[in-house]
Every structure is written in C-alpha cells, then in structure tokens.
DNA sequence: ATCAGCAGTTTGTCTAAGACAAACGGGCAT
DNA sequence: ATGCCCGTTTGTCTTAGACAAACTGCTGAT
C-alpha cells in the first residue's frame, strides 16, 4: 500500500523513516509539530517526504536520546555542534566500577580486529582466550567486558553498528561453541534462558547459558523475545528448577515490570525468577532475583542447589 | 509514561496488546471502529483496557490472517468456529512441490523429540545427522526442510511457539558448530551475509553460511536487523564479491524491495547482491539475483567464481 | 551543605474521525 | 481456462487535542 516510486536517493514516507531511526511516527509528528524539525516535503495527498539529510539529522538524534540528551534540546541543537559534543562526550558514564581483571589488553586487541574488519583475527582471538581460561574466567574477564566496552565506544559514535553487529555475531558463536563442548551433569537443576517479547539481544542469554554451564548448572536456551505465556509452558514441560531473563538497557522498563509480574504470577512457586543483564538493574518486581552482576549470579545459584539438595534429601 | 497498575490478569492497553498479538495500534482502533471487535473497555481518561479474553481472540485471528484469511471475515468469524477451520485447515498451502530427500524420517523423529521438549535428544541427532551427511546435504536435506515443516506444524497450531524458538536455537548452534570446523580456503571468495532491518530471522542466515562454507566460499556472518547503509560499508570494508540477504516469509514486501533497490544503487557493480529465503520469491527488484531455492544459490556461487577466477586471471 | 518534597515543564502516547492508494475479489469477455 | 476491469476491502496516513509520567529546578528543613 506505499508507492514504489522513483526511489531517487532518499525520499522516505514516514514508516520508513520511523524504522530507519528508531523515532516512532508519533514522535516524528509532535516534533515537527513542538519543535519544527524535521519538517519534510509533502506529496500531493498530504503525506510526508522525508529527505536524506533530515534521516541522518534524526539517526544523530536518537543517539543524542540514548547518551541522556532531552528531546527538545536535541531537536532544536544545531546538527553540527550537536555532533561534535556526542564525539567529545567524555562524560563517560560508567566509572569502571567493578571493573573485572581482564588478561593484559585483551579485549583491546579485540576491538583492534574488529575495527580493522578482520573477523578471523578476532575469532583466533576468542578461542585462544577461552581456551586458556576456561568457560567461566573467560565470560566474566573476556566476553562481558568486551561486550560493554563496545557498547561504549559506539555510544561515543567511535564505532559503527557494523562493528557492533560484527562483533556480536563472533562472540555468539565461540559462546556457543564452548558450551557445547561442556559435558551436562544429569544431576544438575535445569535452568531455561530467554528474553521478554519486544527484547532482541541475545548475548547476555549466551553468555549467563556459558558462565552456568561452567558450574553444574544445566542451562536450556529459547531464544529471544518469547511470549511469557509461552515462556511459562517451557519452563512446566522442561521442568526447569529457575526461569532467567535477559533484560538489555534499550529494554521498556514499564514493559518488563509487567511481563515479570505477569511471569511470578503464572509460574509455580518453586521455580525461582531471575531477572539479570544491564536493564534488569533498573527493573523492581517482587518476587524476582536481581541477577545483574556475576556475583548475584552465583549467590542466585547457589541459593537454587541447596534447595535442590534439600528436596532430594526429603 | 503508563501507569503500572494493579495487573491483575489481563489489563492491557492498547500498545501491549499491538506488542502482544502482533496487530498494529492503528489495526486495532479501525477494526474497532469498522467491525465491532474488539470493543475493549475504557479507563476514566477514555483509554482503551484489553481482556484476556480479547487478546486470545485476537491471536487467534492474526493467525488466521497468515494462513490468508481476509481481515474483515477473521474479525467478524466466530472464535470457536476459526479455531476449528484453522486446525483443520488441510488446506496444505504448500504442495511438497521439490521436496529434497531426507534421510529416513530424520525429519519426524526432529520433531519428535521437539514436541517431547527433549532438547539433548534433538541435539544428538542433529549433531549426528550433521557427521553423517557432511554441511551441504545436512543443509538442504535436513535443517531446511526441518525449518519449514516447523514453521508448517506452527500454522496449523499443531506446535507452539516455544517449540519452535527451541528448535530455533537448537539449530542454529548445530549450525554454527559445523560451520567453525570447516578451514577457510584463503583463495575463496568472501560473502557477506545479514539481514535488512526489521528482520530478526537468522536461521536463513546460517544455513546458507554453512551451505557456502561447504563449497570454497568464505560466508562473513553480520548478525540481523542491519542498516542499509551499514551493510555496504561492511561490504566495502570486508571487500566481499557478494552480499546475500535473507528475507523470511513474515518481512515486509514493498519495505523490502525499497530496501534492496537502494542496497543495489549504493553498492559498487561489482559486488553481486543475493536475495534469498522463502520471502525472496515474492521480491521484484532489478539488479537482484534471487537465490530463494539451493540450485538458484549453486547458479549464483558458480557465476561468482568464474567472474572472481577471471578477474584474478586479467 | 545536603536532601526531601513540591510545583512546573517536558515529553510520549493516546484519542477521534476522515481520507486515500494499493491489494483483493468477483464478474465479464475473450 | 485466461485476461481485464471495476467495486470493495484494508492498512496507513492525516490533523488536532488531551493527559499522565518523568524530569527539572526551586524551596525549605535538617
């Protein structure tokens, strides 16, 4: 139902433009409306022609949102200026809090290879680290920081979605990798991994399913973005002992509340909830383990093998 | 900016219920507005409030729009009734019109072990169907066929959705572990493969992967939902001969083919650019090759390698 | 000086009804 | 059976107004 027309370089209906940035149609209206930008090209009929320029206005808006700019500001920033002060942004957000050990510049020779584009550099680079220390040192040293580290470098716009995706897709891969290499202790108690609906981002599932795997815990992955009355029926007919989400920061909190509630609600009592991932640490829900930090992890596990231990006993 | 009240089973509002069904805001308010259902009720400020019940129903009827049904009839039928046309419905759309060889009802035992919720037994077999076959007939007699008897059992409600994000994710990892013990000829030529955004499908994705990697072709993975313009600098970047992108049936037509036309334009003549997956045959786009069947992909890789071998030759 | 509470502003999403182009279906003619 | 045409269906776009949640910044108390 949309004109396949000249499809000249960049003339964008608002769907369009809407999925190429990220800015919701209503919000592409209301601030043409409020602020006056963007303000494109109407057809015949009424309906908006967005131009190149005014997309890539908008893509450096959205990252302005996402690094804590107000919308208003934003929009009515000049492009350029507003550019240059994402790039000098140093208003590095994360203090390395806790900044776990990682092995002598390892995760920067990481990024190197995946700035450099060289795939196969940066794969060699990952076996070689996980090989030498082994499932759990290797996400809690390697994978997580390098993950976060290349979050960062892209919200300072030093890095491109390619990267990002580049990177992601490597990392999936060796996560898996290892852990299908780990034998499973028919004793351990069964966990099923997965992420909310609307939440695409499955690294931080791949790498809790690696770091568990590690520690006579039985994960069981389904993939991201599962209706949680689907995730319910898993966990009965897995007859999993614990339920862990994934909840990323570009996650919905308001969403997320609700789906976990919903999830508490639905599932038995005696199967533990875990809500873990950078999102998850803004999220309250009772009835809910926070799972953010790898620590809270191993209590949580911890936690669910004594109660194992103490039902099989009785 | 939406109240987190009481949540007792099923308050929706109208965004939830878009997320949770699959129908657009827009969808709901005209179906409302033109059919009668559903006619949610309203808090004090006039918003709407979506049951259980209609969220069911409405579930139920997006189903039956993508098995064909036409909105209006789908809306207006009633629940008990589609439900039943929809189990029922022998109207096997797609006649086994190629169908590959599988070895022995490798297929149903699959299955099988899905419905079961037996994933070490679906790995087992996966992974010795897999050493058995070598990556291109595990491809094309086994995962591909798989993928699409699941996603037919899924139409016809005879399997769940968590049965088919396990299965998924089951796959996928087989995949990949294939694909990770297959050397890399350095001679080959490299492709770049993702998926345009909107497109969260990957399975496609992995497949073709292992299926090249099989024949002296070196597949460079970029993950999902990528970015046009990300996808040709990636493209520039890894200095690719092609690009394959994967178009599952759910995508967006008309999103698509605009997608792929400014794909063509912005990417250099000599780099080829593939069109494959299911959603592919309905894709019209100049400059295009479609590669939607395996003999397709095999025309493609053959052109490719005369054109690479000619060019190193000159 | 620091923090809690309050008021004002900003912001995103919802509502309504109307409009229209593309896709679809069925009938007619070849 | 095949091709063409026309009326109907359907999804998305339009405007303008409203409001609740989140965020800011001020004020007063500790």
Same mark, same amino acid.
């Given at each position: 139902m949309e004109t396949l027309r000249d499809a000249s370089s960049g003339n964008y209906s608002i769907r369009v433009v809407a999925r190429l940035t990220g800015v919701s149609a209503d919000k592409l209206r209301i601030w043409e409306r409020r602020?006056?930008? #963007?303000s494109p090209n109407r057809r015949d009929n009424g309906s908006r022609v967005y131009s190149d320029a005014e997309v890539d206005r908008l893509r450096l808006i959205a990252r302005a949102l996402e690094v804590g700019y107000r919308a208003g500001d934003a929009v009515r920033a000049d492009p350029t200026a507003l550019r240059k002060s994402l790039e000098s942004?140093?208003?590095?957000?994360? #203090?390395?809090?806790?900044a776990p050990v990682s092995p002598e510049g390892a995760v920067d020779r990481l990024l190197d290879y995946v700035l450099d584009d060289d795939p196969n550099a940066a794969t060699t680079e990952l076996r070689k680290l996980a090989n030498e220390l082994g499932p759990q040192r290797f996400v809690v040293e390697v994978a997580s920081p390098a993950v976060e580290r290349v979050g960062a470098e892209w919200r300072h716009g030093r890095l491109a979605v390619r990267h990002e995706h580049l990177f992601s897709t490597i990392l999936a891969t060796e996560l898996r990798l290892q852990h299908a290499v780990i034998d499973e202790d028919a004793e351990a108690p069964v966990v099923l991994f997965t992420t909310l609906p609307g939440e695409n981002h499955s690294l931080g599932l791949e790498m809790t399913a690696l770091y568990m795997a590690g520690s006579a815990i039985a994960p069981r992955l389904l993939g991201v973005d599962t209706p949680t009355d689907q995730i319910v029926e898993a966990a009965l007919a897995l007859e999993v002992s614990a339920v862990g989400i994934s909840i990323s920061t570009a996650a919905d909190i308001s969403s997320v509340e609700q789906d976990l509630l919903h999830l508490r609600r639905s599932l038995p009592a005696n199967i533990a909830l875990w809500a873990g991932g950078a999102?998850?640490?803004?999220v309250v829900a009772r009835g809910v383990t926070r799972t953010v930090s790898w620590l809270e992890l191993d209590r949580a596990m911890t936690t669910l093998k004594e109660l194992d231990d103490s039902a099989v006993a009785s």
């Amino acid at each position: 139902m949309e004109t396949l027309r000249d499809a000249s370089s960049g003339n964008y209906s608002i769907r369009v433009v809407a999925r190429l940035t990220g800015v919701s149609a209503d919000k592409l209206r209301i601030w043409e409306r409020r602020y006056g930008f #963007p303000s494109p090209n109407r057809r015949d009929n009424g309906s908006r022609v967005y131009s190149d320029a005014e997309v890539d206005r908008l893509r450096l808006i959205a990252r302005a949102l996402e690094v804590g700019y107000r919308a208003g500001d934003a929009v009515r920033a000049d492009p350029t200026a507003l550019r240059k002060s994402l790039e000098s942004s140093v208003r590095a957000l994360p #203090p390395p809090e806790e900044a776990p050990v990682s092995p002598e510049g390892a995760v920067d020779r990481l990024l190197d290879y995946v700035l450099d584009d060289d795939p196969n550099a940066a794969t060699t680079e990952l076996r070689k680290l996980a090989n030498e220390l082994g499932p759990q040192r290797f996400v809690v040293e390697v994978a997580s920081p390098a993950v976060e580290r290349v979050g960062a470098e892209w919200r300072h716009g030093r890095l491109a979605v390619r990267h990002e995706h580049l990177f992601s897709t490597i990392l999936a891969t060796e996560l898996r990798l290892q852990h299908a290499v780990i034998d499973e202790d028919a004793e351990a108690p069964v966990v099923l991994f997965t992420t909310l609906p609307g939440e695409n981002h499955s690294l931080g599932l791949e790498m809790t399913a690696l770091y568990m795997a590690g520690s006579a815990i039985a994960p069981r992955l389904l993939g991201v973005d599962t209706p949680t009355d689907q995730i319910v029926e898993a966990a009965l007919a897995l007859e999993v002992s614990a339920v862990g989400i994934s909840i990323s920061t570009a996650a919905d909190i308001s969403s997320v509340e609700q789906d976990l509630l919903h999830l508490r609600r639905s599932l038995p009592a005696n199967i533990a909830l875990w809500a873990g991932g950078a999102g998850a640490a803004r999220v309250v829900a009772r009835g809910v383990t926070r799972t953010v930090s790898w620590l809270e992890l191993d209590r949580a596990m911890t936690t669910l093998k004594e109660l194992d231990d103490s039902a099989v006993a009785s």
